[in-house]
């Protein structure tokens, strides 16, 4: 029989409102929502801390560096794990669990390349989001509590990290409209009207009925 479970996969610039997107568009449709919580299946799935995963959260081998001084400093008594573990054995353990999730259920996820780690799923659409500077900026500063000059030069840093991560681990761009399903921006429909045009895009293609 073949699996029909509905998957949706968001990438976003940072401050661009995914989670926020993903998690009512996850309500919406009544499935689960995972973005951080990824990291505790890779974790669960392998029997390793999930201070294994969080400290390369999205980071590419070329961009974060070597992981083995982090992981060995994690490691307390004589076992040691130098030369165990790499930042790619890393990525593949996360990617194992989005697979998985993948077949077991229905499910949003942010992040995490899972529109590259799915690419041979046919049940899973890929959204990119997008907003502009000035609506990003005033999100992540009402959201940390920094100023509005301050969220603008991390939202430079975080955009170049995702960037790192999504083109090291996989053959596409991250953020180019050809890459995704769809691509939207956030500044113009707003978080609802964002969820709104996603749940009628899926029911344009039979995968979700409005009431």
């Known amino acids: 029989m073949e699996h029909t479970n509905l998957i949706i996969s968001i990438g976003r610039q940072f401050g661009a409102g995914g989670r926020a997107v993903g998690r009512k568009l996850a309500e919406k449709l009544g499935i689960d929502y995972y973005d951080k919580e990824l990291i505790l299946e890779a974790a669960k799935d392998f029997g390793f801390a999930p201070e294994f995963f969080e400290k390369t959260d ?20 004589g076992f040691q794990t130098k030369n165990f573990l790499s930042q790619d054995t890393l990525f593949e353990m996360q ?14 996820i942010v992040g995490r390349c899972s ?13 990119f989001l997008h907003s502009s500077d000035d609506d990003r900026a005033d999100r992540i500063s009402q959201r940390t509590h920094i100023s509005k ?12 990290r995702r960037a790192a991560y999504y083109n090291f681990y996989s053959n596409k761009t991250w953020g180019m409209c050809c890459t995704y399903t769809l691509s ?7 978080i609802d009207g964002t969820v709104d045009f996603i749940l009628n895009y899926l029911k344009s293609i039979g995968r979700y009925t409005i009431n």
């Open 95 to 108: 990617s194992s669990a989005i697979k998985r999730l993948a077949k077991e259920k229905s499910c949003v």
């Open 184 to 190: 939207i921006n956030v500044s113009t429909l707003g």
């Open 149 to 160: 000059e301050e969220a603008l030069a991390k939202m430079e840093i975080e955009d170049k």
């Open 58 to 77: 999205e980071q590419s081998a070329s961009f974060s560096g070597n992981v083995l001084q982090w992981v060995e400093s994690l490691v307390t008594g």
């Open 115 to 127: 529109d590259y780690v799915l690419r041979d799923n046919p049940n899973c659409i890929s959204v």
